[in-house]
């Protein structure tokens, strides 16, 4: 007789026997979730890890579901620096593929910190298969999952947010860009003189180049949250994508000052040196001649909202987007393992502290669910202790924690959120200080392939 396949918080267990007879039950205080290890055969139906024998497999399901990815960006993605076949988690019935997620390793920007991400991708099933919860039981698995690889917080992008927000995603990160006629863009011409620092040229970059821009993207994303950290492989490997149909560089004599990854109209990833600000102006001379050139009426620039080029987009007559979703589409983030998280940001938790001059120690406990923490902010000896609170303390939702946690909205933003409770105006105050609205952002080069 086969056992049904059902689902208790992150872990799949089979239905019970209603046959069974339990003469004695001991409940301890703390039950620590069991590790799960894949593969779980039910009958006919197996969760498993991807092998490289799946990737045929993989590639025709993810055709029958999203009508792409092509086979060259496919197996692009396959030489992906990070990527091994086991990031795959498949539901396999009868040993066909019939449900699949990838979930990608980086490790993003917060603060002063950084932490390890999975970018989950390619969230689907078959469309005969839908509607008995394959997917939502992966995306479960993928918790386990993280749990087990020691990644902080997972991210997607995503036109059905519904489906996620009962698993504790929260939207997170606005659809920041702005928008002008190309002909309102500064015009420069090549050879542009600034003062007594020389002449600045505007070229296609060269290979020789990539520590100028592994440089500049540093420069310019380093206190973006939410910005992925690039290796030397991995900046290879995007530019190996062809995600731009060119990069320019903007030069002063030959040292690049600032650089430009370009599609058609849109600016992809735009970033300057800070003490030279006339390399965005320069770069943006060069995008205006091309966009008339190729008879494009319009240009687009994607950036976090603090960015200058949205300033100059603002100069320049045009409109700046900055909402939550856009044309159906919006950002999400999770955090599976929320101890981990908050011991990873907490040297980043502690500078905010100092900068605010709040008096230390500084404590504020939290509540999801039956889960409690309190965050003890107090310089190197700075703690989080689990299943403990002070008189300051919040309660809020999964997907409210982590937009409040990622900073997306703030405590004040928060506190209009369902479930959410403060003890005392102090805990307001100590949320306020610890994590303010901060931009969230990944540049369309990550999010493609994070």
């Known amino acids: ?41 039910r009958g006919s139906v197996e969760f498993c890890l991807g092998t490289e024998a799946d990737h045929e497999a993989v590639y025709q399901s993810l055709l029958h579901v999203f009508h792409g990815p092509d086979r ?75 749990r087990e690889t020691g990644a902080a917080v997972q991210a997607l992008t995503t036109g059905m947010p519904q489906f996620y927000r009962p698993l504790g995603w929260g939207v997170c990160g606005r659809q920041t860009f702005g928008q002008t006629l190309s002909r309102n863009l500064p015009q420069v011409s090549d050879g542009l003189i600034e003062g007594r620092s020389g002449f600045w040229n505007v070229r296609p970059w060269r290979q020789v180049e990539l520590n100028d821009l592994m440089a500049l993207y540093e420069l310019q994303y380093a206190d973006t949250t939410g910005a992925v950290v690039r290796s030397e492989d991995y900046w290879r490997w995007i530019i190996g994508r062809k995600y731009a149909h060119v990069i320019w560089v903007a030069c002063q004599g030959e040292t690049v000052r600032g650089y430009a990854f370009v599609k058609d109209h849109k600016i992809l990833e735009i970033a300057s040196h800070p003490a030279h600000p006339q390399a965005l102006k320069a770069l943006l001379g060069r995008v205006r001649a091309e966009a ?19 300033e100059a987009f603002r100069a320049a007559s045009g409109k700046v987007i900055d909402q939550e979703d856009y044309e159906g589409t919006c950002s999400m983030y999770h955090i ?42 107090e310089g ?37 959120e369902e479930g959410f409770e403060s003890s005392t105006g102090t805990a307001l105050d100590a949320a306020r200080i610890l994590f303010p609205v901060r931009p969230i952002w990944r540049s369309p080069l990550d999010s493609a392939t994070a």
């Open 336 to 377: 599976p393992n929320i101890d981990l998280f908050l011991e990873s940001i907490l040297p980043e938790l502690a500078r905010r502290a100092e900068h605010a001059g709040a008096s230390v120690p500084l404590e504020l406990g939290m509540t999801v669910g039956d889960r409690r923490w309190l965050i003890h902010i």
């Open 72 to 146: 060259e960006a496919y197996l692009g993605a396959l030489s992906d620096p990070t990527y091994r076949p086991e990031q795959r988690l498949l539901v396999k019935v009868d040993n066909r593929l019939v449900s699949h997620i990838h979930l990608t390793e980086r490790r993003i920007r917060y603060g002063s910190v950084e932490l390890p991400l999975n970018g989950v991708m390619w969230v689907g099933t078959l469309p005969e298969y839908r509607g008995m919860g394959f997917a939502q039981n992966l995306m479960r698995l993928a918790d386990d999952r993280a």
């Open 1 to 41: 007789m086969r056992q049904r396949l059902r689902s208790s918080g992150s872990i799949l267990r089979p239905a019970s026997s209603s046959r069974r007879r339990v003469s004695k039950v001991v409940v301890p205080m703390k039950v620590p979730s069991p590790v799960i290890r894949l593969p779980i055969r």
């Open 380 to 416: 190197k000896k700075s703690r989080v202790e689990s299943d403990k609170l002070s008189r300051r303390h919040l309660t809020l939702s999964p997907s409210t924690l982590v937009r409040l946690l990622m900073g997306h909205c703030g405590i004040d933003g928060a506190a209009t």
């Open 292 to 310: 008339l050139e190729r008879a494009y009426p319009e240009v687009i620039v994607q950036a976090p909202v603090d960015h200058p080029v949205l």
